[in-house]
């Protein structure tokens, strides 16, 4: 995994391959109408972070016998923390899963990627790594099974239960890792897995009795052997998968700036994947190499919130990795956001609205609005209301204005104003990052989204309201969001 060596592999994905190949034929397309999906993604909240040392891979969680919450953080070495929920992981980390010895699968490292629960026995997918040398790109990857008998503070592992057609080299990366395992809701678990010689998405599962027989799908059926068999590209749906129970879908994101965003893909055949229009969250890129101008998004997950599982109903948990623009990865933050799926009867225009947020600081003095998460000196803001949901991509046909969040230079200012995109510097700001886009002209279902300042606080918001809400004075109408 390593954040310093998935440089090498981003790259090359990025390079040599574009927009998701998944397919639009098979079982999902012609049985559901993902057009008619209309998707709302809650607040980005700031769960942990930030940390120079750790989130460097998907973030999972179990839910404890006394109904309190453990979360599995992971960078080289696998940690715990406990929180009264899935959102409350600010705590202090304990190691529970540790490289292995030299020479052996996981000498560089072992970082735990998932989570099943059998009983009173946890199931862990474990992605692990081999004949590294990160200053040069290298590294091997592969995956293995563990269980833990105590709620994840100790694991076993079973062994080595997937690798890759190819063999460790001088330089680069190689075998297949990165996966994320989900309960079907079949006979089998799956594992979704990133293929470094391609870097396309392929799956293997296994039966829930036997976790050590896994066989890779390749050419319409699942006989190769999960150690080195061959495995058909699925697409780059990404390996970060969940199983919705009451749908039967199984579903996948990733980040893809082709998309211009994380897009969620969906199968019911769990290999024939056709993806949602419009992206979840909008991304400006995806670059790896840091500091850099734009944020990074990185190791999607979906979580259930109420059992930390990914197995989940209409509303989810979509959690991600995320450095701020112009930082490093020193400045790495764990950011859930609450998803709502509904499923209506004919195609909608518009389907995905993602929430533009008004933080406030404890005292109430200042506020910032934003799609994203508030870090750095605003980690302190909570959260004050949802303005509106905005656009995640321009509309078909219905004029549309896109904004930025752009920040202001002058030293200990935290001023933020939301601006036409392409306006930052005219207005004496620094452009952050892509709000998302509104509506010029008031459509049904819409409310007007205001920007505000507040004289005294030297600061800028939004609203919904023509008064602002009593909070400061209304400068402009920036346009039309959805209504929350």
């Known amino acids: 995994m390593k954040i310093a060596l998935l440089l090498a592999g981003v790259a090359f994905w990025l390079a040599g391959f574009g927009p998701s190949t ?27 972070g930030p940390l120079p040392d750790e989130l460097d891979a998907p973030f999972s969680a179990v839910k404890l016998p006394d109904g309190s919450f453990r979360g599995f953080s992971a960078n080289a070495s696998t940690y715990a923390i406990d929180g009264a ?34 009983g009173d026995t946890l199931l862990g997918l474990v992605h692990q790594e081999r004949a590294c040398d990160y200053a040069k790109g290298r590294t091997d990857k592969s995956m293995a099974i563990a269980t833990s008998a105590d709620n994840g503070l100790s ?42 010689t391609d870097g396309q998405t392929i799956v293997a599962r296994a039966p829930k009795g036997d976790l050590m027989d896994w066989h890779k ?42 998309f211009g965003g994380v897009r969620l ?14 992206p979840l969250l909008t991304i400006d890129g995806a670059e790896w190499q840091r500091p850099a101008a734009t944020d990074l998004i990185a190791y999607a997950s979906v979580i259930n919130p109420q059992t930390g599982a990914n197995a989940v109903d209409r509303r989810f948990l979509l959690s991600y990795v995320y450095v701020p623009p112009g930082k490093g990865f020193d400045s790495r933050y764990l950011v859930e956001q609450e998803v709502s799926l509904s499923l209506e009867n004919a195609p909608l225009s518009v389907q995905t609205g993602m929430a533009l947020t008004r933080w406030s600081d404890p005292a ?62 005219a207005e004496g700001y620094i ?29 800028h918001f939004a609203s919904n309201a023509l008064d602002c809400e009593g909070l400061g004075l209304n400068d402009a109408l920036l346009g039309y969001g959805l209504a929350a």
């Open 265 to 278: 893909s969906l199968a019911r055949d769990k290999v024939s994947f056709v993806d949602l229009d419009e």
């Open 364 to 425: 109430r003095h200042s506020y910032v609005t934003s799609t994203g998460p508030v870090t750095g000196d605003r980690l302190a803001y909570r959260r004050d209301t949802i303005v509106a949901y905005m656009l995640t991509r321009a509309p078909e046909g219905i004029a549309a204005v896109k904004l930025a969040e752009c920040s202001s230079d002058r030293p200990g200012s935290l001023d933020q104003v939301l601006a036409e995109d392409g306006s930052c510097g």
């Open 22 to 48: 998944a397919t639009e034929a098979g079982p999902l397309a012609g049985e559901i109408c993902v057009q008619c999906l209309e998707v709302r993604i809650g607040p980005a909240e700031v769960v942990r």
């Open 85 to 118: 929920t899935v959102e409350d992981m600010g705590g202090q980390r304990s190691a529970v899963l540790q490289r292995g010895a030299a020479g052996s699968d996981s000498e560089c490292g072992r970082w735990l990627t998932s989570i099943a629960r059998d």
């Open 155 to 196: 694991w076993t592992d079973l062994g080595t239960i997937i690798t890759g057609e190819d063999t460790a080299k001088a330089t680069g990366i190689t075998g297949e890792g990165d996966c994320t395992m989900v309960d079907g809701g079949d006979e089998f678990f799956y594992a979704y897995c990133l293929r470094n």
């Open 431 to 459: 452009r952050e990052r892509t709000a998302g886009w509104l509506y010029v002209a008031q459509q049904p279902g819409t409310v007007p989204v205001y920007l505000c300042s507040d004289i005294v606080a030297q600061t």
């Open 217 to 258: 799908y390749h050419e319409g059926d699942w006989t190769e052997p999960g150690l080195g068999g061959k495995a058909t590209a699925i697409g780059f749906v990404g390996p970060g998968a969940a199983y919705f129970e009451e749908l039967g879908w199984l579903a996948t994101v990733t980040i893809d700036p082709w």
